[in-house]
């Protein structure tokens, strides 16, 4: 069997599982209240649960994502020239023809997207709580209620992106969320500057 | 949705010039919709209570507005929902049937399916709707259940000097007019008010709000997010498929 290389650790796959389910649940009970959608709210048991579930599921979703940050958040403020070159050739995803460069642990995109989830989350939980917990606001609460779906929209889109390429557009990125492993070889191609500074090549 | 056919749209006139202040109208509205009592202060003015409550569906406005002619001068409004045509906390409501629309055009609510998430009370130009202490909406219904058995709203039943009146909507504002009222207040505002205010003075007077509008944010909400949080899932998951199509999975053996 190839040589394999631990990209993600346990705790992080089990937190990324959390964030992801969560996620999930509150975009869909999410779309159920925007549009009044009886079927989804029938899902949850009624709108009265739902709410009680999408509210409590955010409070989930904000701590999972805030424990993400030991991850993930140093690694997403780091770019380097090589990671300018790689949006000039947009990560060579529009074309295989193109030179992408040599990447580290994770690419700018997926930094940006990092940086783009946790902004968007903890705005998205934070006019949350205001919506849930605070009364007789009346300024505050619309303000709360624009930025909530705000960051809906930032999350509807940015999280399909992340989903598709992290399964069907890179084959094999999906294992890592499974037991967090890389085959030796593929790491070389896919992070060398992550593997040259882990002394692997 | 909106009741559009304003041939069938109910509504109530409130007459404030005629209005004596009386507050059978408060007590005839608690009696029919059995609310209890609430326990107030007096602050100095004899409008009580001070404002809405989940326990009070209208209230008389008591205004004091001295002019020259008269140095005490009184003014009275009575003060419910207004049944917008275009309503705030319908637009903003997250459970569906929480709030609706009735055969009459008004806007009555469901406290069953109301999730008590308290947003129809920010959107509403009015500062209408009132939360019970189980915490669901509640407000004047415009008596839907008295006019399905052909009777008037409990308040205008009561009221003595014909400062509140029910009726059809386009009508009671030609009869209006015709009564030499300058200004119909909510004639037009938020689609059509189906609580409507006859005067001869000038409506701020009263306390009345100058253009009333449902809050910008939320107007933005619902013409520019809403249909966004559709259109943008469904491009990028159609983008992803183009994606996918076009041009294809990484392949390792094409990188360096």
């Not at chain 1, 709210?41 to 979703?61: P, Q, Y």
């Not at chain 2, 209408?128 to 009777?151: N, S, W």
């Not at chain 2, 709203?153 to 209006?176: H, M, N, Q, Y």
């Amino acid at each position: 069997m190839a040589e394999m290389v631990k990209k993600s650790s346990g705790d992080e796959i089990l937190n990324h599982w959390i964030l992801a389910v969560s996620c999930i649940l509150l975009i869909i009970s999410g779309y159920g209240f925007l549009f009044q959608i009886e079927t989804i709210g029938s899902l949850f048991g009624g709108f009265d649960t739902m709410k009680t579930v999408h509210n409590w599921v955010g409070v989930v979703f904000i701590l999972s994502l805030l424990y993400s940050m030991r991850h993930y958040f140093k690694d997403a403020l780091e770019y380097d020239a090589d990671d300018r070159q790689w949006f000039k050739v947009a990560g060579g995803y529009l074309s295989h023809k193109v030179k992408v460069p040599p990447m580290g642990k994770y690419n700018p995109g997926q930094k940006l997207y990092y940086l783009a989830i946790l902004a968007a989350g903890i705005a998205i939980a934070l006019s949350g709580f205001v919506i849930w917990l605070i009364q007789d606001n009346a300024g505050l609460i619309l303000f709360a209620h624009l930025v909530h779906n705000v960051a809906f929209c930032i999350f509807i889109i940015a999280v399909p992106v992340h989903i598709y390429l992290t399964t069907l557009a890179n084959p094999g990125t999906f294992r890592i969320m499974v037991n967090g492993m890389v085959p030796l070889e593929l790491a070389k191609k896919r992070y060398p500057k992550w593997m040259k500074a882990a002394g692997k090549m | 949705m909106a009741n559009n056919n304003t041939k069938n749209r109910k509504a109530i006139l409130v007459t404030p010039e005629v209005c004596i202040g009386c507050r059978a109208c408060q007590v005839s509205c608690k009696s029919w919709n059995q609310l209890p009592g609430i326990k107030t202060k007096n602050t100095g003015t004899y409008q009580n209570p001070p404002d809405l409550a989940s326990a009070a569906f209208n209230i008389i406005r008591y205004s004091e507005v001295p002019s020259q002619a008269n140095p005490v001068r009184w003014l009275f409004v009575s003060r419910r929902c207004m049944h917008c045509e275009d309503a705030g906390c319908m637009k903003i409501c997250p459970a569906p049937g929480a709030l609706y629309r009735t055969k009459e055009g008004a806007v009555a609510f469901d406290r069953d399916k109301c999730i008590g998430c308290k947003l129809c009370v920010n959107a509403c130009p009015f500062d209408v709707p009132r939360y019970d202490e189980e915490g669901k909406v509640t407000k004047c219904h415009l008596c839907f259940d008295r006019i399905d058995a052909g009777m008037q709203p409990a308040c205008v039943k009561t009221c003595p000097t014909g400062a509140l009146r029910f009726g059809d909507r386009a009508e009671l504002i030609s009869t209006a007019k015709q009564e030499g009222f300058g200004t119909i207040y909510g004639e037009e505002d938020l689609g059509g008010l189906g609580s409507l205010y006859a005067f001869k003075d000038e409506p701020k007077l009263y306390g009345m709000k100058d253009d009333p509008a449902i809050p910008s944010s939320v107007i933005f909400w619902n013409t520019v997010l809403k249909p966004f949080a559709v259109a943008g899932l469904g491009g990028v998951v159609a983008a992803a498929a183009i994606h996918y199509l076009a041009v294809g999975p990484h392949k390792e053996e094409e990188e360096v």
